[in-house]
């Protein structure tokens, strides 16, 4: 529920419909964010700055997830970042996620459950 | 004033009409008369709060006919209140009804039920005597021999009746309705103890009834135990009864046996008697024998003493009676016995002549038969004597053929005892044909001139038989015939002398092999003849043999030879087929690696698009289950649930859109030509490919309007398809653009796909649709897509060019022909 510090997410997909959904499913849990494209969440970044979590789809056009990642750790390194999306995991993603650049990357379709365990293991860090 | 002096004047008038018209029973007749004046005046002086018809009507209810009379007899004479009334007999309750005013004197009847009727009806009731005081209107009782009435006013003014004050001035008076209450009341308290006392009576009486009861339901028990005792006893009794019948058929049957019995006991007694009778009878026979035995046994005495004095007369002459008979009987058997004997000598000499007459004809003809054979034998045959010889042998002491040798070498003079002692017997034809003389008496001249002087040996072989131990000899020996020509004779010697070792009887058969032997020393020549033909044509056989064995040996070298040379034949061969199926082998890898590629680009492209739709899906249901868990603002809500569901139909209908164009993509019919829609198998293959292209290029369609139809294979003309577009995405790199036009030339379809890529130089434009041609790192893609598309195109006789430039774009150009009507 949402308390007197509520946990602020944002997240990122050019299909307009995951966001609807996405921001119904967990605005009584977080407050929701969303961006349709990568320009769209850096200028969100920048103005607000109290968001706790950026998750973000991997194919779209113009910027994909990994280079969107890149220019928000240039802007805010400790800002932590998921990668949602369809395709299966590869070596360099896993990669990124045992350096610490990527928190997790979640595989379409959601889980309820894993996106509240992300949301967990960021905050408490 | 005047209303009462009219009243009572009335009264009196009545009184004076009733006298003067009913004397006659005067004592009854007044009290009825007075009576029935005073019903009238009753009638006169009541008031009903109904208005009355023209006519008061009167019901006379009861037995009283005299009353009925005296009323009836003024009926129409008087006026009751101005009006004119009538009198009706009433014989039941229900007739009240039509009166006004009715008079009533029953006994049987019930007064409670009139009553009621007569309140509710408005109707006056008179009763007569009556007891009851409550249930009354007006009731006339007789008060110490005088006829007075009783008025029950309430009742009347409850009846709907008034009562006018003048009617008590007739005599009577009101009911004291209190004293009737309390006597009413009395009545029913003393009922009502009664009814308690009767209560309890009743109590009392239901418990003797139940206790009366529980003995009843005990009797009946008891009544059901007996009852079934008693059937049990009646089963019993039936049981006896149907034994005693058994008892009684069979005391019948024993009495039906008893009788037979009895006759058949009376017929053995009758017999009995019979018997006894024949007993008595015999009896007395029996004593008038023994009487005659008696005598009889005297007589016998007598005689038996002579009997014994003759026996033994008998028996001494019996002896010399047997003595005598065996002397005759020896000599009657003697006698038959030499008979016999002379007899059986008779025939036996007869048969013995006869038998000698027999045997000598036999030996006759034998002899002859015997001589016959001898004679016409084939074989030379003679007999001879040498028991002379054997003799003189004997007497020489000679044991063995040897000794005899010797001594013929040594004395030649012993050789000619012998012949000399030598008898022929006989000779047959065959051997005087043999030695080729005229008769047997020449041989005995002869024989000895038959032998070869020189050969001593040959002439004591006609001896060595006597030596012999056997039988039998066979020897070979040689003679010579009369006319000195040589013989070979195979001879058989048998002795057949009567008695052994005498040699009486000598029998020699004698065979002429001497054509036989020189046939056998000509055949042995020619054998040997033949033989040196035969070592010098097996000498010259083994010389070819062995030519030609030499032969045979090239022969196999150059055999093998040709064998060895065959099998690396035979192993080049199966190198050159196991290359051609590596080849082969290597060109299906190809191809399957090549639709691996393409697959896996596929299938990772399909995961995804499916994928997106079930997120969809999945944070569909998610939100919904929020919208849901708060049921107070659920009607809030509608519309965002509306809007979610509809966000999952999008992500349902976009998966059904990928897997339509999957299944077009491979349909069953592969190997027929159908109808294809180019621009559906396009769309087709844009959803297949969406993922590669959706964030690398923009897709611009241009499609013809105009309706065309275009035959071919499904699955081979999305494969062209993928495939071009495929390399036109793969030539992009960023902010892209495909635009793929269709357009009607004539009889062609002309499909131009064009991409702002990298472009192909010339150098490789020209090698483009060659197999194995790819300018991808090796494992990527091995080079014959573009061949098979040739290949496609050229199946369905159509056209495909390629223009590019390099860092500009590529534009691939399709014609494929259209189907005429």
């Given at each position: 529920m949402i308390e007197n510090n509520p946990i602020k997410i944002l997240y990122v997909d050019d299909e307009e419909t995951n966001l609807l959904l996405f921001s119904l499913t967990f605005r009584k849990y977080y407050k929701i964010k969303t961006a349709t494209s990568g320009i769209e969440g850096l200028s969100i970044i920048e103005s607000e700055p109290d968001i706790n979590l950026v998750i973000t789809d991997m194919k779209m056009p113009q910027m994909n997830g990994i280079e969107f990642i890149e220019k928000i750790k240039e802007l805010k390194k400790d800002l932590p970042c998921a990668i949602l999306s369809g395709y299966d995991i590869t070596e360099d993603i896993e990669g990124k996620v045992k350096t610490g650049f990527l928190v997790d990357y979640i595989m379409k379709p959601l889980s309820k459950v894993q996106i509240q365990l992300l949301v967990e293991r960021t905050i408490k860090r | 004033m005047n209303k009462k002096c009219f009243h009572i004047s009335i009264l009196f008038l009545s009184l004076i009409l009733l006298f003067t018209c009913g004397r006659t029973t005067q004592a009854q007749t007044s009290s009825e008369n007075i009576k029935a004046t005073l019903i009238l005046q009753f009638c006169e002086n009541i008031t009903w709060s109904k208005p009355l018809k023209d006519k008061i009507s009167i019901g006379f209810y009861s037995e009283n006919t005299a009353l009925l009379n005296s009323l009836k007899s003024v009926e129409g004479k008087l006026k009751i209140q101005d009006k004119d009334f009538t009198i009706k007999q009433i014989?039941?309750?229900?007739?009240?009804?039509?009166?006004?005013v009715v008079y009533y004197k029953k006994t049987e009847t019930d007064l409670n039920s009139i009553f009621k009727t007569a309140q509710e009806n408005s109707i006056l009731l008179i009763t007569d005597n009556s007891e009851e005081q409550i249930f009354v209107m007006i009731n006339i009782i007789k008060v110490k021999d005088k006829l007075s009435f009783k008025v029950n006013m309430p009742n009347l003014t409850l009846s709907g009746m008034n009562v006018k004050p003048n009617l008590l001035l007739n005599g009577g008076s009101l009911v004291d309705i209190k004293e009737a209450y309390k006597k009413f009341e009395n009545q029913i308290e003393d009922n009502r103890l009664k009814i308690e006392q009767s209560n309890e009576n009743l109590n009392q009486k239901e418990t003797l009834l139940a206790q009366k009861d529980e003995i009843i339901q005990q009797k009946e028990n008891s009544i059901e135990q007996f009852k079934s005792e008693i059937d049990l006893n009646q089963k019993v009794y039936q049981k006896l009864q149907s034994d005693v019948l058994n008892k009684k058929n069979q005391i019948s049957i024993k009495n039906k046996e008893l009788n037979d019995k009895d006759n058949q006991l009376q017929n053995i007694s009758q017999n009995i008697s019979q018997n006894l009778l024949k007993l008595s009878e015999l009896q007395t026979n029996i004593k008038s024998l023994k009487t005659e035995s008696d005598t009889l046994k005297s007589v016998v005495k007598k005689s038996k003493i002579v009997l014994i004095e003759k026996d033994t007369y008998i028996e001494s002459q019996k002896k010399s009676l047997y003595i005598t008979l065996a002397l005759i009987a020896t000599l009657l058997l003697a006698g038959f016995a030499l008979i016999r004997l002379f007899i059986t000598k008779k025939n036996h000499a007869k048969e013995l002549e006869d038998k000698v007459q027999i045997r000598t004809q036999e030996l006759q003809l034998k002899t002859e038969q015997f001589l016959t054979l001898f004679n016409m034998a084939p074989v030379a045959i003679c007999e001879m004597n040498f028991s002379r010889i054997n003799e003189f042998i004997q007497e020489k002491q000679i044991q063995n053929a040897k000794a005899f040798y010797q001594l013929a070498i040594e004395e030649p003079d012993f050789l000619i005892e012998c012949f000399n002692l030598r008898i022929f017997l006989s000779v047959n034809n065959a051997f005087i044909d043999l030695f080729k003389i005229s008769s047997a008496d020449e041989i005995r001249d002869l024989y000895n001139s038959l032998f070869d002087e020189e050969a001593v040996s040959d002439i004591i072989n006609e001896f060595d038989f006597l030596f012999l131990k056997t039988k039998t000899q066979k020897k070979e020996i040689i003679r010579f015939d009369k006319n000195k020509q040589r013989l070979i004779l195979q001879t058989n010697w048998i002795d057949i002398s009567e008695l052994p070792n005498t040699y009486s009887r000598i029998l020699v058969t004698m065979v002429d092999i001497t054509q036989i032997r020189a046939i056998e020393q000509e055949l042995i020549k020619h054998q040997n003849y033949l033989e040196l033909l035969v070592k010098e044509r097996t000498s010259e056989i083994g010389a070819l043999n062995e030519e030609l064995n030499s032969q045979n040996e090239e022969l196999y070298s150059t055999n093998e030879l040709l064998e060895k040379i065959n099998s690396e034949h035979k192993i080049t061969n199966t190198k050159l087929n196991e290359t051609l199926q590596e080849l082969k082998n290597a060109q299906m890898n190809m191809i399957q690696s090549e639709k691996m590629a393409s697959l896996g680009i596929l299938t990772a492209g399909i995961a995804h698009e499916i994928n997106n739709p079930l997120n969809f899906i999945q944070t569909g249901i998610y939100a919904l289950e929020e919208c849901f868990k708060d049921k107070d603002q659920l009607l809030e809500n509608l519309e965002e649930i509306i809007t979610i569901t509809q966000h999952m139909n999008i992500g349902v209908t976009r998966a059904t859109a990928i897997v339509k164009s999957l299944n077009s993509f491979s349909r069953r019919n592969k190997d027929k030509k159908v109808v294809c829609d180019i621009h559906q198998i396009i769309r087709n293959s844009l959803i297949i490919l969406n993922h590669e292209i959706k964030d690398k290029c923009k897709i611009i369609e241009k499609y013809e309007q105009k309706p065309f139809a275009i035959e071919g294979f499904e699955e081979n003309l999305h494969q062209v398809f993928i495939n071009i577009i495929n390399n036109s995405v793969q030539s992009i790199s960023k902010n892209g653009k495909i635009t793929i036009a269709t357009a009607i030339n004539e009889s062609m379809l002309e499909i131009s796909i064009a991409d702002n890529g990298e472009g192909i130089s010339e150098e490789n434009l020209k090698k483009i649709f060659d197999p194995f041609f790819t300018t991808k790192d090796p494992g990527r893609g091995v080079g014959i897509g573009l061949s098979i598309v040739f290949k496609i195109i050229e199946e369905h006789n159509g056209k495909i060019k390629y223009s590019s430039e390099l860092q500009k774009g590529t534009t691939v150009l399709l014609t494929l022909p259209i189907i005429q009507d």
């Open positions: - | 014989s039941k309750q229900s007739e009240m009804l039509d009166f006004n």
